[in-house]
């Protein structure tokens, strides 16, 4: 089985980012859709900035563009799964009238993820406690995605509570497989753990969502070295786009091939906009994959046929 059930994107986030609105700020829609067409990608992800749904839906239609899903900031710790139904009722209200395909559900009770903290060595961990009304919770939110036509996909993520490679086999395991499924972010689990294949290769069935993030080995390093927090990471250019980095995204696709994924990819390269040109790297992004990775899928079907 090919690419056919793979659809690729790139997320607004290396024109705009949500966790620093102001950087990017002059990065309109119409100039983000339309460079996304440039690059040759299929669709993208919700941002922050993006208007009501008809809004939206006729802009992606002009560019024969649609959308992957959208990023939900959940505090089922914090304030219990009933109060983060209600808004978590609207998200999946909205994702369905644009035809999103997932829920990106992150867990941000504690979260330093836009603090000042040092993100190598300040994350939260939760108490037993804590993990349980998380994992019932998440299970409550999935079935809530599905009413609108949804999956609830986990995003893992640096400086929060669920980070590291043991801390997602902890709620892949107390979570139920047929409402919560994973979110696969190369660049998140390879900052935190220094290695993306076992995650891969441990959750492959789980997997309903992947975010291809290369990161900069040496800048990491340096960033771990200074403390940096992960906004401070991200501006100094620990990620960047898929062949840009030090992962090895063949072995990666290689493997979601062979495991049939479907579903989308999305490239998600957090950067500044103002040093690194979102259309610049878009496209490099997008000769990486042809010249790289889809040329697998052709080997993948010699091989097979
Ligand atoms: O999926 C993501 C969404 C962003 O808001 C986040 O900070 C980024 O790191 C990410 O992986
Ligand atoms: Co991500």
């Known amino acids: 089985m090919g690419s056919q059930q793979i659809s690729w994107g790139i997320a607004p986030i290396g024109w705009r ?8 700020a002059e990065n309109t829609l119409s100039h983000l859709l339309s460079d996304i067409v440039v690059a040759g990608f299929e669709g993208t992800e919700v941002g922050g900035f993006f208007p009501e749904p008809n809004i939206l839906n006729k802009e992606l239609q002009l560019r024969n563009l649609r959308i992957a ?5 959940s505090f089922i710790i914090r304030d219990g799964v009933e109060e983060v139904s209600t808004a978590f009722h609207k998200h999946c209200e909205y994702l369905q009238a644009v035809n999103a395909a997932v829920a990106v559900v992150s ?3 504690y979260s330093i993820q836009g603090t000042s903290k040092n993100v190598f060595t300040e994350k939260p961990y939760f108490t037993d406690e804590e993990w349980n009304k998380l994992c019932q919770g998440l ?46 972010d190369t660049g998140h689990i390879f900052v ?19 975010h291809f993030k290369d990161v900069r080995k040496d800048v990491r390093g340096q960033c ?5 927090s992960f906004l401070q990471s991200f501006l100094a250019g620990m990620f960047t786009v898929p062949g840009d980095g030090c992962i090895d995204f063949t072995e990666v696709y290689e493997k979601l091939l062979d495991v049939n994924y479907s579903g989308w990819i999305v490239i998600e390269a957090e950067q500044d906009p103002s040093v690194a040109h979102p259309l610049e790297y878009a496209l490099k992004a997008r000769k990486y994959i042809n010249e790289e990775l889809l040329v697998l899928d052709k080997e993948n079907a010699l091989v097979s046929s």
Request: zero cysteines.
């Open 17 to 24: 980012n949500d966790d620093i609105p102001e950087i990017g």
């Open 69 to 73: 899903g959208q990023w939900f900031s």
């Open 107 to 109: 867990e941000q009770t």
């Open 139 to 184: 299970n409550e939110l999935g079935k809530i995605a599905e009413q609108y036509g949804l999956k609830l996909v986990f995003h893992h993520h640096m400086g929060t509570g669920v980070q590291t490679l043991e801390e997602i086999d902890r709620l892949m395991e107390n979570t139920d497989q047929n409402h919560v499924h994973l979110l696969y």
């Open 192 to 210: 935190s753990d220094g290695d993306y294949n076992t995650l891969l290769h441990k959750h492959k069935d789980r997997i309903k969502h992947v």
């Open 224 to 228: 771990e070295k200074e403390g940096k």
